[in-house]
C-alpha cells in the first residue's frame, strides 16, 4: 500500500522559514516522481514543485521559484521543501503525490498524502 506522509508545517512570520518532509513508503520509492501540491482557502490546488526519481531535477511554479528548494534522500525514502522568504500567500496546506516516473505528468499522480498546514502571519 502506497503511503505518504507530510509534515513540518506550522505557523511562521513573513520572511521566515520552513522545511516540509513527505515520507514515503509501499513503493520503489528512487524510481518515482515526488510533486507538492498546495491548497489555499477557497482557492484550488496549485502545484508547486516536482523531484523526479530517476535523475533527480527538479520543477517550480513560478509563485515560489528562488524561495523554495525540492529535494530527496532516496535512502531515507523521503522528500523535503524548503521554503524560505515565505509570504502570506504561501500560506495553505501542503501535500505531497507521487504515482508516476516523470514530474510533467505530476497532476495525474494518483497517490496523496495527509497534508500539513502553513500558515504565513505576522
Known amino acids: 500500500e502506497v503511503q505518504l506522509q507530510a509534515s513540518g508545517g506550522g505557523l511562521v512570520q513573513p520572511g521566515g522559514s520552513l522545511r516540509l518532509s513527505c515520507v514515503a513508503s509501499?513503493?520503489?520509492?528512487?524510481?518515482?516522481?515526488v510533486a507538492w501540491f498546495r491548497q489555499a482557502p477557497g482557492k484550488g490546488r496549485e502545484r508547486v514543485s516536482c523531484?523526479?526519481?530517476?535523475?533527480?531535477?527538479?520543477s517550480y511554479a513560478d509563485s515560489v521559484k528562488g524561495r523554495f528548494s525540492v529535494s530527496r534522500d532516496n535512502a531515507k525514502n523521503t522528500v523535503y521543501l524548503q521554503m524560505d522568504s515565505l509570504k502570506s500567500e504561501d500560506t495553505a496546506v501542503y501535500y505531497c503525490?507521487?504515482?508516476?516516473?516523470?514530474?510533467?505528468?505530476?497532476?495525474?499522480?494518483?497517490?496523496w498524502g495527509r497534508g500539513t498546514q502553513v500558515t504565513v502571519s505576522s
Open positions: 503525490r507521487t504515482g508516476g516516473l516523470v514530474c510533467s505528468i505530476a497532476d495525474l499522480f494518483p497517490y
Open positions: 509501499g513503493f520503489t520509492f528512487d524510481a518515482y516522481a
Open positions: 523531484v523526479s526519481g530517476s535523475d533527480g531535477s527538479t
